[in-house]
């Protein structure tokens, strides 16, 4: 019911409803490809540029979602905290729901893009599954560290999410990670979304990318943050009534 209350009160009142969805990653889509494409005229990497970009903007757009979703689960349903108790986790699920929604439009934006594109490979479609929710996990790793101390510090999503857009820039969404100097790689592979991007691109263009022991460490790393975020989370639920 609550999943259904935030899909509803997000789209039924507005102008374009559900076509938001859409139209961000088009919109943005247009700058980047304007900018890097034709402008800079940065490399797809052997692809067409708004096929390589959009693959990564697509994937880093739902990781950004899952995490802000998370992260204001608890200031979002504060109401409904401070009438009756329930186990709180569950608005963080709630939250990452919808945006696990939202993802599902997305890849199909991307599927139907890089269809009309000639870039389809079906039988890597069956991971798509995998990758959303391993995309979700490190979104909802991060988010759930911030998810209780920004019911105190109102503003702490305004940092977060300037956080979350750097990160962008120093992950290879929008350029080839060719473009890194060799010796700084270990540095991007010790990014989990660097991994997460990779596969994908592997799943929608057939790209293919060398796994190195880099990627051990960033499954731990996701999972260290993961069951930070919980303790983090369970630490801080407890006073969210108090300093609402």
């Not at 997000?10 to 890097?36: E, K």
């Not at 009756?84 to 729901?97: D, E």
């Not at 929604?101 to 269809?115: E, G, P, Q």
């Not at 997460?196 to 943050?225: D, K, N, P």
Request: hydrophobic share 55%; glycine share 8%.
């Amino acid at each position: 019911m609550l999943l259904r209350r935030q899909f509803l009160s997000r789209y039924q009142q507005s102008a374009l409803g559900v076509a938001w969805a859409v139209l961000n990653p088009l919109g943005s889509l247009l700058v980047f490809w304007i900018l890097f494409g034709q402008i800079l005229q940065v490399s797809g990497d052997g692809y067409p540029y708004a096929v390589f970009a959009f693959t990564g903007m697509i994937t880093w757009g739902i990781f950004q979602n899952s995490c802000l979703a998370t992260a204001s689960s608890l200031q979002e349903h504060i109401g409904i905290v401070s009438k009756v108790y329930f186990p709180r986790i569950i608005l963080p699920g709630v939250n990452l729901g919808r945006a696990g929604i939202d993802a599902c439009i997305s890849l199909i934006i991307l599927f139907i893009f890089n269809l009309c594109n000639g870039y389809v490979y079906w039988g890597r479609l069956i991971y798509i599954p995998f990758l959303l929710v391993v995309i979700l996990l490190c979104g909802l790793s991060v988010g759930l560290i911030f998810a209780g101390p920004s019911v105190k510090f109102r503003d702490l999503n305004v940092p977060l999410n300037y956080i979350i857009q750097l990160a962008m820039y120093i992950t290879p969404v929008i350029y080839p990670p060719t473009l890194v100097p060799s010796s700084l790689s270990w540095i991007l592979q010790l990014n989990p979304m660097y991994w997460v991007i990779a596969w994908a691109r592997w799943i929608f263009i057939g790209q293919q990318t060398e796994i190195t022991m880099l990627l051990y460490l960033s499954i731990g790393l996701t999972l260290g943050l993961l069951v930070m975020g919980w303790y983090v989370f369970a630490l801080t639920e407890r006073y969210i009534v108090d300093v609402q």
